[in-house]
């Protein structure tokens, strides 16, 4: 048993380098076109930026770095940071591990999800993280309205 299990570690080692010149990358007009069918507004704002419109919101989607990774972002701009304790950021961030809210340097209240690229990740991995991306933007709309309720 034990020299079976040294061959397949073996055998895996052998082509976990392989594995990731096999992933996908998404380039970022595959995701344009993706979004678009689905009805949504995009537009292209550069080499690896695109802004998404979604009811009241504008999504930036950036794709960075060598592998691919895919970084949203949404402005909160309805809800005034000056009103937003860090108590209620802190809250909501140690309740959601797939996403941050912050206050950014213009006192904007900011929403953000990354994918990191590296494994690789489907057009359909895309499409289902902007969906996430969507419910967590409602979720933290919520949090906040029970917190002013509470």
Same mark, same amino acid.
Do not use: C
């Given at each position: 048993?034990?020299?079976? /299990?040294? *061959?397949?570690?073996?055998?895996?080692?052998?082509?976990? !380098?392989?594995?990731?010149?096999?992933?996908?990358?998404? %380039? &970022?007009?595959e995701i344009?076109?993706? /979004?678009?069918? $689905?009805?949504?507004?995009? $537009?292209?704002?550069? !080499?690896?930026?695109?802004?998404? #419109?979604?009811?009241?919101?504008?999504?930036?989607?950036?794709? $960075? @770095?060598?592998?691919?990774?895919?970084?949203? #972002?949404?402005? /909160?701009?309805? *809800? +005034?940071? &000056?009103? *937003?304790?860090? &108590?209620?950021?802190? $809250?909501?961030n140690n +309740?959601?591990?797939?996403? #941050?809210?912050?206050?950014?340097?213009?006192? +904007? *209240?900011?929403?953000?999800?990354? #994918?990191?690229?590296? @494994? @690789?990740? %489907?057009?359909?991995?895309?499409?289902?993280?902007?969906?996430?991306?969507l419910m /967590?933007?409602?979720?933290?709309?919520?949090?906040?309205? %029970?917190?002013?309720?509470?």
């Amino acid at each position: 048993m034990r020299g079976f /299990l040294a *061959v397949a570690v073996v055998i895996v080692m052998a082509f976990a !380098p392989l594995s990731s010149a096999f992933a996908a990358k998404v %380039s &970022k007009d595959e995701i344009e076109q993706k /979004l678009s069918t $689905q009805g949504y507004a995009v $537009q292209d704002m550069g !080499p690896n930026t695109l802004f998404v #419109r979604v009811a009241n919101y504008d999504v930036r989607i950036d794709i $960075q @770095g060598p592998d691919g990774d895919i970084s949203y #972002r949404a402005w /909160l701009f309805e *809800v +005034d940071g &000056k009103n *937003v304790s860090y &108590k209620v950021l802190n $809250q909501f961030n140690n +309740d959601v591990k797939f996403g #941050r809210v912050y206050i950014d340097q213009d006192g +904007d *209240v900011t929403l953000q999800m990354d #994918r990191n690229g590296a @494994g @690789g990740a %489907s057009i359909e991995n895309i499409e289902s993280d902007f969906d996430v991306f969507l419910m /967590l933007i409602n979720s933290f709309m919520d949090h906040l309205e %029970s917190q002013v309720i509470a």
